[in-house]
């Protein structure tokens, strides 16, 4: 018997995961029950299998003819393993109903081969031995079921590679270590059990192939208590550090004779466990941060959609707050004005002064009820471009017109300076573009307490600038980029003047990027005026 020792530690370390494992199912609240059922089976059967083989090798010097039963006994749990796990994989896959006649097949060659197995010698002749280690008689039945345990392995394979790509992610993550477990335990089985000892009649390494299913055993132990979460690249890591940690350790303690040679290698040993143990550790650490990254990134990709979803539902508020509004305050402003007209009779002046009050908090209010709805049609991308040939300078030059009395009634100069050289028509959106121009001269008049404000035109390279300096409040440095955004209004606004929800320029620069032109502002700081740059393409 060969390393007998380590058979015993193997085989207890088997059957312990095994419980491990059976107890972990057991346990397990799974909602497909053929999949429990198949699962027991297949421990069930591997344990048989690789318990009986070993009691077999045990036992074959002393008693030969028991240890041939015991092997009968294991050998007819072989086909029987193999089937379960064939099923196994078919209920994981839910596909019982898809591979019907396959599964049939496949239930019956495996019932057969374990029933001849079991009652005649057609495969299992006797025991014989090499070199003091156990081997097999095979009888005439060899040939035939060594195919039909082949015919197990590829159609297994057949099932994972037509289902696993197709199968939702969950099942994948879910079996990928079965999957990689099955398939150790089918290489090391062809090799040991199959190839070596019947082509090269080398027996001595026999349970190696037999030894494989600790691998599958805790493979499938690590992840049903891992609940999967780690991948398959540290499974495997470990598998190859202990596998070889376990040869090094047999090499030390059971093949090395000399002494120092022995202290040589046991130094070796101890580096590879050390080294094994920290490579582990940085795989683990590894996959845990991009665990990590990732849970960040589906918490951030769901953050993003509440986000979406409430500056959606702000802008429909929005939109259905201000066409509520805008109809009675529309009314408002029609009887305001038939009152001062003297439609319904003469007024008092001391009632037409307040009534003028009232209009121009109405106008106030038509005026951000206007933003309001702009905005929401900005946002929800209703809003539509209509551009036509136009003259700039014209347009600019009425804009400037309508301010004229309001900057003499505060005592401001109001500036036009034309362009030197004439500007071509150019693609405007009139209505659009005369809101931005009203809104930025408005504010020019509005934060400026005295001085004036100059309006230019000039070409530049091939676009048209137009610059709006007054000589008011000034920015603050840090207001400059904000003030473009929506709801943003600057210290001075807010000092300055109580109307006004810091919309206007928000709507200006929207307006002025769809003429794929630009807006900014430049202010050497607050009391040190203003200027205001918009530049538009010309096309
Ligand atoms: P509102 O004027 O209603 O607050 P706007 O979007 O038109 O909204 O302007 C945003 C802010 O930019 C204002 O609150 C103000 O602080 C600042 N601002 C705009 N124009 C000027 C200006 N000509 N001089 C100083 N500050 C200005």
Partial sequence: ????????????????????????????????RSVKT?????????LSWVNFAYLARALAREDAILALSLLKVAWVATPLLFISIYFLLVNIFEKKYYYKRLNRFVLFMGTITAIIIGITDFVLNGLRFVDGYMGIEYGQGMIPFFSTITFFIIATTYIIKKEYYVAPPETKTKIQHLIVGIFIFYIANIIFNITLPVAFNIVHIYWLGDYSTIILISLIAYSIIKKELFEV??????ILISLIGVLLFIDVA????NWGLQVVKA????????????????????????????QLVERLERANEDLRAADKAKSE?????????????TSTKGYLSMIADGTYGKVPPKIKEKTNCVFKSNERLIKLVNELLNVSRIETGKIKYEPEKRDLEKVLGQVVQEFRIVTK???????????????PEMLLDEEKLRQVLLNIIDNGIKYTPKGGITVSLEKKNDNALITIIDTGEGIAKEDLDKMFQ??????????????????????????????????WAESKGLKKGSKFYIQIPIK
């Fill in 1 to 32: 018997m060969p390393f007998p020792e380590i058979n015993q530690f193997l085989i207890i370390i088997i059957n312990l995961i095994s419980l491990l494992v059976l107890y972990l199912v057991l346990k397990e609240d799974v909602s497909n």
């Fill in 38 to 46: 198949t699962f027991l089976l297949t421990i069930f059967f591997m």
């Fill in 233 to 238: 690249r540290v499974a495997i890591t470990g």
């Fill in 254 to 257: 059971f093949l090395t004779e």
């Fill in 267 to 294: 130094i070796t040993f101890l580096f590879f466990i050390i080294f094994g143990y920290l490579l582990m550790g940085s795989i683990t650490r590894e996959i845990k941060q991009r665990e990590q990254v990732e």
């Fill in 317 to 329: 508020f929005i939109s259905i707050a201000s066409h509520q509004l805008r109809t009675p305050l």
């Fill in 409 to 423: 009634e505060k005592g401001l100069t109001l500036k036009f300076k034309k362009p030197k050289e004439k500007l």
């Fill in 486 to 519: 929506s709801f943003s209004r600057g210290s001075t606004g807010v000092l300055l003047s109580s109307e006004g929800a810091g919309l206007g320029l928000y709507i200006a620069r929207k307006f002025i990027e769809m003429h794929d032109g630009k807006i």
